[in-house]
């Protein structure tokens, strides 16, 4: 691709001075070239440079070559990467009001967190990065996150006893992963898989498409579905690039952004269903909660709404009315 990319600017540069980019900047991204996330990226891209005439190109550095996501967001407030995408759950520890949209069972289902995000509770959030040298541009789709472990099935809370955990870096999910009983480490992505092989974690929790993309299912083949979270992700710009940017890029590169979350979007769904019918097929073992025991489940976690959210209850109550 470095090589493709090189080329296309040096054939640009031949064709006359107004098709030399001003700016060529760099986008992380920790998932594999064929990733929702990742395609969203390409696609971000691709719109930026067409409507900019080709002066500005973002340059995408996909499979986590740029570092792990909490390095990522530590580069973009130096200004050593320009754009990202990463999870809230790294970010929350920049942000903390963004913990209110990472808290366990607080949306009924997708269509309740998407009217959240796509209204102004979601826009108060993009607006809620002012001192972190972070500018938040569009929400990105990563699906429900549930538990997975090579040890046994997790039929009931009881099951969660003793399990090592990975989470990611998260205080909010690693207090949450202890009231559930099991014991929790925090661990960089990359490093999962080899994890679950040794026995150093018995298991970790993610959506449908990463824990096939991972190949986690190889070295942990019980699945639950209780979709404890539904994490969105955001793509961001680095305040000191934002700076230097022209006003109509500014503009331009938002208005691309958000054009490029609804295409994620939409590769998302598909990916995601693709994705449960090849781990089903593959012949792991799939649990979904009762409504009774994800019940269970809910209650256990409640104390981590007072203790990482309690300056945002109003907040939470908007959210929650907003699923009645």
């Not at 001003?22 to 390409?42: H, K, M, R, S």
């Not at 913990?99 to 009924?108: A, D, F, I, K, R």
């Not at 209204?119 to 996150?145: M, Q, T």
Request: net charge negative.
């Amino acid at each position: 691709m470095s090589a493709s990319v090189w080329g296309c600017q040096s054939r640009e540069k031949g064709a006359g001075e107004e098709n030399v980019p001003e700016f060529v900047l760099t986008y992380a991204e920790n998932q594999a070239e064929d990733y929702p996330t990742t395609q969203g990226a390409y696609r971000f891209a691709e719109l930026v440079k067409q409507r900019t005439g080709g002066k500005v190109e973002i340059l995408i550095n996909a499979e986590g070559i740029l570092g792990d996501e909490r390095t990522v967001i530590e580069q973009l407030q130096f200004g050593g990467v320009d754009f990202a995408r990463v999870s809230l759950s790294p970010l929350s520890e920049f942000v903390p009001e963004l913990n209110v949209l990472q808290l366990p069972y607080l949306y009924t289902g997708a269509e309740h967190m998407w009217k959240v995000l796509e209204g102004e509770i979601g826009d108060s959030f993009l607006g809620s990065f002012e001192g972190s040298s972070l500018v938040a541009l569009s929400w990105y789709d990563a699906g429900a996150r549930n538990f997975y472990n090579s040890v046994r099935p997790i039929e009931k809370l009881e099951d969660m006893k003793g399990l090592t955990i990975r989470v990611q870096e998260s205080e909010l999910m690693s207090d949450s992963i202890r009231v559930l009983g099991a014991v929790p480490k925090q661990m960089a992505y990359g490093e999962v898989y080899s994890g679950l092989q040794t026995g150093e974690i018995d298991g970790a929790e993610n959506n449908w498409p990463s824990y096939e993309s991972t190949r986690h299912y190889e070295v942990a083949r019980y699945y639950t579905i209780d979709e404890h979270t539904r994490v969105p992700e955001l793509q961001l710009a680095a305040q000191s690039t934002w700076d230097k940017l022209p006003e109509e890029y500014r503009i331009i590169i938002t208005q691309c952004a958000k054009e490029s979350a609804r295409y994620e979007r939409s590769l998302w769904k598909e990916r995601e269903a693709q994705s449960e019918q090849n781990i089903r097929e593959a012949g792991c073992i799939i649990t979904e909660l009762s409504k009774e025991e994800k019940s269970r489940f809910q209650a256990a976690v409640m104390p981590m709404y007072g203790k990482y959210c309690s300056d945002y209850v109003d907040m939470i109550d908007r959210i929650v009315a907003e699923g009645r």
